[in-house]
């Protein structure tokens, strides 16, 4: 072939399959690669990507310093805070210790958490051995500090048995990292803030949703 600049070439065919070669020298000697192989198990270093269509990737990925893993996007352990609204900042699931404090003993004690950005939905499910010297009224243990005490937040009471008074319906709400509740007795009695419902045996399932500071 006569000698030809780069410049001269006609331009190729987009998208490349990857199965082209490319002239590279390696140890002094000029050899061949694909371009499918061209950084096959390096690392690539970028400051800013920017993709325009679908971006795709074979084993997982990872944003803020994380590790990524097999699968999926990992976000750092220790959340890098953005002060931007539209961008998402972290994820983590994990467990929580729901607790009435005291000398209080369980038959179950099981708390779990999803954190997707500032937003966290946790549940919880405590059977009561025995009440001890612990709350009748608040679980304390919540993952994650809420934004504003007595603030937004919801709690949901799934099943309970064996409370400590006499109920026909159990809501709550939210203090600074507390679940406490709220009852009621009949269906024209007003709302019991923060009943004493908890006793030995008391048995209760939550789930709360909440924002982050």
């Not at 331009?11 to 390696?26: F, N």
């Not at 008391?202 to 709360?208: A, L, M, N």
Request: glycine share 12%.
């Amino acid at each position: 072939m006569a000698d030809i600049k780069i410049s001269a070439l006609p331009a190729s065919t987009t998208p490349l399959a990857g199965t082209e070669v490319l002239p590279i020298v390696q140890s002094s000697t000029t050899v061949q690669v694909s371009v499918a192989n061209l950084t096959a198990g390096r690392a690539v270093a970028t400051g800013a990507l920017t993709v325009t269509g679908t971006m795709s990737a074979t084993t997982g990925a990872a944003v803020g310093g994380a590790t990524a893993g097999a699968g999926g996007l990992a976000f750092p352990a220790t959340a890098v805070a953005v002060a931007d609204a539209n961008t998402l900042d972290d994820y983590e699931e994990g467990t929580w210790t729901p607790s009435l404090g005291g000398n209080t003993t369980y038959t179950t004690q099981v708390g779990t958490y999803i954190k997707v950005g500032r937003l966290v939905t946790a549940t919880a499910a405590l059977q009561i051995n025995t009440l001890g010297t612990g709350s009748t009224t608040a679980v304390s243990g919540l993952p994650f500090n809420q934004s504003n005490a007595n603030g937004p937040g919801n709690l949901c009471v799934g099943y309970f048995s064996n409370l400590a008074v006499n109920v026909i319906h159990i809501g709550g709400y939210l203090g600074t990292a507390i679940a406490y509740f709220v009852s009621l007795t009949t269906a024209s009695a007003t709302v019991t803030n923060q009943p004493a419902i908890f006793g030995s045996n008391t048995s209760i399932d939550f789930t709360v949703v909440y924002l982050t500071a």
